[in-house]
């Protein structure tokens, strides 16, 4: 038996060294960032698929890190590694840095991608120039966005059928690199603006430093390769922030001939040939929930209908959240095509009536379009209100409910959210009470629809708010006066026919009421759950400071 088993490995060693391809390990970070940011694993595959047709090449990728059983290393004769780096670069730990060394020993190749160029200073950062000539050091190197114009190059395998680019990217620079850059080729070098280098007279691990500083109007290496003093081959690049940018020819041609050329093998005259579509791109992303943030432009004095301040407020709260990703955009509708793309959630926080964000051009088709997909829809403050002949339907169709001007009111006053329906928005919700304009007396859904319409928050104004004044108009109506003692609605949510969820929060008006633990709790576990994400056994926690409420505030004259 011992014997045949013996036999069988053999064989095996036998056909796979008959086989001769060369090969390449890739090593795909866990999850980390926004949407379309970060994208380890999707960006891994990318490659893979772009290196399937390389003839003696066999690519492997391993996801979330540091790979489980360690014998994928067997036989490799190049790693590659686009992760997380830092402290929390999957290498850097002493057990992984001597398996790393035992292969450079034997001349296997390694290479790095953007943040996994990063490792602390000392044992890692000595290991990574050994295995590929250069890393991020902090307080030596920066990390700042720019648009990178790539003109010549040198002459090098890894530029084959590379052409001058430009492109922005989280472009790192000033690597940390041997003494004389002995051994080390830059292979992609720009100019960059000299605000990247970072505040005058700051020291900071990412944002600039003295030394950076010095170097004001040169140029500087954003990927290079390197030969190891026994021949074994190493590269880094520092971009690829963005995953859009494996859509750029020269960007990733560059990479892909850096692959094969750790790999020990030919980069063919035109460098390695690929295609990647747009749909390539959408391919194999990380599981972030996205949710699109849309704050209104400026309006109302200062504290008030603070949209942009109050949705960046949101968004950080939501950065905390495992799952979901989100972006702000200010001035009442994103400027970027791509803005609703593969967007799970889309909150509105602007003025309404009729001059409603959703009411210019083409947008409630294109909001609608996606509603009937899933698409999860929020509308806060005055963007509950809009015409109800005029955006009225569509908000019914989409969170069961809306402001209609001279039926619902806009009073200011304090209600006493006391009590809280067994629904996961209303998860760690405490009784609460914030002094603001919560309108109240919405127009609802009828008949059957009217049932998927779930108060959350809910408070009984008394004789005097029903009486007015009202913000506006001043009223008072006899219809509200008239429903003295009933329960009112300022927040709800709403399952429409179709799959897809909305809610409607009426609060907002003053923006120092974010600073509520419990109101900002209700709002960020309905953003959640209108998204279809993962919502905490006790909502979502955040902390907000005063500080970080006096920032982001529009531009007002007091
Ligand atoms: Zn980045
Ligand atoms: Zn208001």
């Not at 694993?41 to 290196?51: N, P």
């Not at 009933?486 to 809610?503: K, L």
């Not at 929060?505 to 900002?520: C, E, K, L, P």
Request: proline share 7%; charged share 20%.
């Amino acid at each position: 038996m011992k014997t045949l088993v013996m036999g069988v490995a053999l064989l095996a060693a036998t056909l796979s060294s008959q086989a001769a391809d060369k090969k390449l390990l890739m090593l795909a970070g866990r999850p980390s960032h926004g949407y379309m940011e970060h994208e380890y694993r999707a960006g891994c595959l990318l490659l893979q698929k772009c290196l399937a047709n390389t003839p003696g090449l066999q690519v492997t990728v391993v996801s979330n890190d540091w790979p489980a059983d360690e014998s994928v290393f067997q036989g490799v004769d190049a790693v590659f590694m686009f992760c997380t780096g830092g402290e929390g670069h999957p290498a850097a730990k002493p057990e992984r840095l001597k398996v790393l060394g035992e292969l450079m020993k034997k001349g296997v190749g390694f290479g790095t991608c953007h943040y996994g160029v990063e490792v602390e200073k000392g044992a890692p950062g000595d290991a990574f120039l050994a295995l590929q000539g250069g890393y991020f050091e902090t307080y030596w190197s920066v990390n700042p966005h720019w648009d990178a114009d790539f003109k010549t190059f040198p002459n090098h395998p890894v530029v084959r059928g590379v052409k001058p680019f430009k492109i922005k990217d989280e472009w790192y620079y000033h690597m940390r690199f041997p003494e004389g850059m002995k051994g080390v080729t830059p292979i992609l070098t720009a100019l960059p603006p000299e605000d990247t280098r970072g505040r005058p007279g700051v020291s900071s691990t990412h944002g600039g430093n003295p030394h950076v500083q010095a170097r004001k109007g040169q140029a500087e290496h954003v990927m290079w390769t390197y030969d190891r003093p026994d021949g074994g081959r190493g590269f880094g690049i520092t971009g690829a922030h963005f995953h859009r940018n494996w859509g750029d020819d020269n960007f990733r041609k560059v990479v892909l001939n850096a692959l094969l050329w750790i790999s020990s093998l030919e980069v063919p005259a035109e460098g390695v040939a690929s295609t990647v579509t747009p749909d390539d791109l959408l391919q194999n992303l990380d599981p972030k929930k996205k949710i699109v943030l849309i704050a209104g432009k400026p309006s109302h004095p200062p504290g008030m209908h603070e949209f942009r301040a109050g949705m960046l407020l949101l968004k950080g709260c939501l950065d905390g959240v495992a799952g979901v990703t989100s972006v702000v955009y200010s001035n009442g509708w994103p400027q970027d095509a791509n803005a609703f793309e593969n967007a799970s959630a889309v909150v509105i926080y602007a003025d309404g009536g009729g001059g409603h964000p959703v009411l210019q051009g083409d947008r409630r088709k294109v909001l609608g379009e996606l509603a009937k997909k899933g698409l999860g829809l929020g509308f806060m403050h005055y963007g509950v209100e809009i015409p109800s002949t005029n955006g009225g339907p569509e908000l019914l169709e989409w969170i069961g409910g809306y402001y209609e001007n001279l039926y619902s009111v806009n009073p200011i006053w304090s209600p006493e959210f006391k009590t809280f329906p067994n629904h996961p928005v209303a998860r760690g919700v405490k009784p609460f009470s914030t002094k603001d304009e919560w309108y109240f007396n919405m127009r609802w859904q009828e008949n059957k629809e009217k049932e998927k319409v779930i108060p959350i928050l809910v408070a009984t104004p008394s004789d005097e708010v029903r009486k007015g004044p009202y913000v506006h108009p001043k009223g008072p109506y006899d219809h509200i006066v008239a429903a003295s003692g009933r329960a009112e609605t300022t927040m709800w949510v709403y399952s429409r026919p179709g799959g897809g969820r909305g809610f409607g929060f009426t609060g907002g008006h003053t923006h120092a009421n974010w600073g509520d633990a419990s109101q900002r709790k209700a709002v960020l576990n309905a953003i959640l759950w209108i998204a279809k994400a993962e919502l905490p056994s006790n909502g979502v926690e955040s902390s907000v400071t005063p500080e970080q409420l006096r920032q982001n505030l529009d531009p007002k004259k007091k």
